[in-house]
């Protein structure tokens, strides 16, 4: 390989979903304890990206931890609140409470961060600049 000048390509690590930032994460309701006393108390989820031909595809599942039954799943291109909602409202027409998941998920949709005490990168550093610019005003004569 040297003597025609060939040299093997050196492969990136792929980059996560996930980074770990400064901000706290989410609270542990479940305090690591996967097991549930009967069907539908306590059901988990989890949102999988699939490297395809095509592109990323994003697979959203929520299982009820009793039964280890798949309740429901969605797919779709892009990892949003649309596709974790779409998969909820699965599992919840297939327990027969769709009626019920149908108002949580638009009321998680209305302020999903905010009523968990949760910002975006973005909200973040607008608060920062807020606070920098609130702290040289109150410091100019």
């Not at 009820?64 to 309740?71: A, I, N, V, W």
Request: glycine residues 6%; hydrophobic residues 45%.
């Amino acid at each position: 390989m040297a003597e025609l000048g060939l040299v093997a390509r050196v492969r990136r690590k792929p980059r996560s979903l996930t980074r770990r930032g400064k901000q706290p994460a989410a609270p542990d309701l479940v305090r690591r304890t996967f097991t549930a006393p009967a069907a539908d108390v306590l059901w988990c989820g989890d949102v999988t990206q699939i490297d395809t031909d095509e592109g990323k595809l994003y697979l959203a599942t929520v299982e009820d931890l009793f039964s280890r039954r798949l309740l429901g799943y969605a797919m779709s291109g892009h990892h949003d609140a649309a596709l974790t909602c779409a998969s909820l409202q699965m599992a919840a027409a297939t327990r027969g409470g769709a009626d019920d998941i149908a108002a949580v998920a638009a009321a998680l949709n209305a302020r999903p961060r905010k009523s968990l005490g949760w910002r975006t990168p973005a909200e973040a550093f607008n608060d920062h600049l807020d606070s920098l610019l609130s702290s040289n005003v109150a410091t100019t004569p």
